[in-house]
């Protein structure tokens, strides 16, 4: 069994609790309730004012202050809804950019006029069946869909070492480049001349079935902080690590297909999918 992957805790994301609702019986949204329990104090308040038997002026106050309050609430409500439709719209298109991504590939060049990645037409395959032997083809440009996150992964080199073992930790070197679907460029690397000696360090557990990780350097962490994107994490699941102390024995290589949910703070917050590729090396 592989191990479950979990970024770095990270509060704005509470924990999923499960309700059992009865089939037979309406379901009422938290807006509706709300609105019961404003109508029940509004009505309460009159009630009040009533049996005291105050002068008129203070009970047409009574009256208006109430439904002031329900207006203002009713505001609440319209924008929360134009709020949650927003974001909808927002996952919407992100499903359209990760879509044509596979469709179509991407023929990435520089301003130099040099070819940075290219990738085709992706063929995508499902965890089902990429589960019987952990293996895509590359030639076939294959990518699994984990139809639980959202996420597609090709392992381009398994790499050289070992898995990471449970109740192991241990710092992994990584080289990568970010590739914003949104914005069809390079948002971020560590392959560049200036970056070329100084790869992205994180350091991973696996405590026993759950894998955690954090930035310690690199310009992941300078961009986005120490808190290590699931994304990241899932393809430790299935590859090895390992250093190359020979030219045979390769590190491990993968490229993914990061959307919104399972990326880094910066993608959570603007909603848009990144590409990557990214090089695994188990550090000294």
């Known amino acids: 069994m592989h191990p479950a992957v979990h970024s770095a805790p990270r509060t704005s994301h509470p924990v999923r609790t499960t309700r059992t609702i009865d089939e037979h019986q309406p379901l009422e949204s938290n807006h509706h309730v709300a609105f019961q329990r404003l109508m029940f104090v509004y009505f309460v308040i009159i009630t009040y004012f009533c049996s005291r038997n105050y002068p008129p002026k203070i009970m047409k106050i009574a009256h208006i202050l109430p439904l002031i309050a329900l207006s203002l609430v009713a ?26 991504f596979i469709n179509n590939g ?16 992706i063929k995508v395959i499902s965890q089902e069946e990429f589960e019987k032997d952990t293996i895509t083809d590359v030639t076939q440009n294959e990518y699994v869909a984990f139809t639980n996150t959202g996420l597609y992964m090709q392992i381009v080199r398994r790499g050289t ?3 990471l073992a449970e109740g192991e930790s241990a710092n992994v ?28 360090v994180m350091n991973v557990t696996n405590s026993y079935g759950t894998l955690s990780g954090t930035f310690q350097s690199g310009m992941m962490r300078s961009y986005y902080g120490s808190s290590v994107p699931s994304a990241w994490l899932t393809p430790l699941q299935y590859i090895n690590l390992g ?9 491990a290589l993968v490229r993914i297909i990061a959307p919104s949910s399972v990326g880094h703070n910066n993608q959570s917050s603007y ?3 990144c590409f990557y590729e990214i090089s695994y090396q188990r550090g000294r």
């Open 271 to 273: 909603v848009y999918p």
């Open 243 to 251: 250093r190359q102390d020979a030219k045979e024995n390769e590190i």
């Open 75 to 100: 505001l609440g409500f319209t924008a929360c809804d134009d709020e949650d439709e927003s974001y909808a719209e927002l996952r919407d298109a992100e499903r359209k950019l990760v879509n044509n």
């Open 173 to 200: 070197l990584c080289r990568y480049f970010e590739y914003n679907l949104s914005g069809d460029s390079i948002q971020s690397t560590n392959r560049t001349l200036l970056t070329t000696t100084t790869p992205d």
């Open 161 to 163: 070492g070992k898995v």
């Open 106 to 121: 991407v023929n990435y060049v520089n301003s130099e006029g040099i070819t940075v990645f290219n990738v085709g037409p």
